[in-house]
């Protein structure tokens, strides 16, 4: 069974406290693996999405890594802006299109 | 705004009645997904539409559950029989072409008292 699991579950860090959020998962097909961010009450937020391992990507304050086994969401120098749960995801295999979803790191940016 | 829109924002029920959500992507996606999310979970695939046709349904989509796009614009999600267990967000995400990433909406907040 594909699984993804996404530590830590929350995390509190200082303004300006870079940090490093971790999806590890184990499918079967990899086809891609997305970053998602979700504000409460909202619907999850498209970040990024990585193919094969060592593509990297990077946006403002967030950079995504992938390697074979897991992915890294680093965030530089956070801003309480940042705060937000943060869900990664895989898409696998030929002929289907569902992604499975971790269950999110919840990022606490204090000023 | 033309991101993915989902009516209503919030329903409540009482267990045993029929309830239907609608979701209107965005305008140029062929592909529509519905999603659950129960608190602090990630969301769990519903069911995946592309054009009209419902190409994949989850083993979690009971058959009180039905879904519809017809003409492959709307999609709306009917719930019969609402059960305590029902309650969650529901979340319609919609894309352009396989492996692009989902655009969602705000979600429906169903509670089933």
């Known amino acids: 069974e594909d699984q993804v699991t996404q530590s830590p579950e929350a995390l509190r860090l200082q303004e300006g406290e870079s940090s490093s959020l971790n999806c590890s998962y184990t499918v079967s097909g990899l086809r891609g693996l997305f970053w998602y961010r979700q504000d409460p009450g909202k619907g999850p937020e498209f970040l990024f999405t990585l193919y094969s391992a060592g593509e990297e990507k990077e946006k403002e304050r967030l950079k995504a890594t992938l390697t074979k086994k897991e992915s890294f969401l680093h965030i530089t120098a956070p801003k309480p802006e940042d705060s937000a749960t943060y869900l990664c995801a895989v898409q696998v295999g030929a002929g289907s299109y569902q992604l499975t979803f971790g269950k999110g790191t919840k990022l606490s940016v204090i000023p | 705004d033309t991101g993915v829109s989902q009516d209503p924002r919030h329903k409540i029920t009482k267990r045993g009645q029929n309830v239907t959500f609608r979701c209107d992507p965005i305008?140029?996606?062929?592909?529509l997904y519905w999603y659950r999310q129960t608190l602090g979970q990630g969301p769990e695939f519903l069911t995946y539409f592309q054009n009209e046709a419902q190409l994949e349904k989850s083993r979690l989509l009971s058959d009180r559950f039905s879904a519809e796009r017809p003409k492959g614009s709307f999609s709306t999600l009917e719930i019969q029989r609402t059960e305590q267990g029902d309650s969650a967000m529901y979340l319609c995400?919609?894309?352009?072409?396989?492996?692009?990433?989902?655009?969602f909406g705000n979600g429906t907040r169903l509670t089933v008292t």
């Open positions: 995400a919609s894309s352009l072409v396989n492996n692009s990433p989902l655009h």
């Open positions: 305008s140029e996606h062929n592909r």
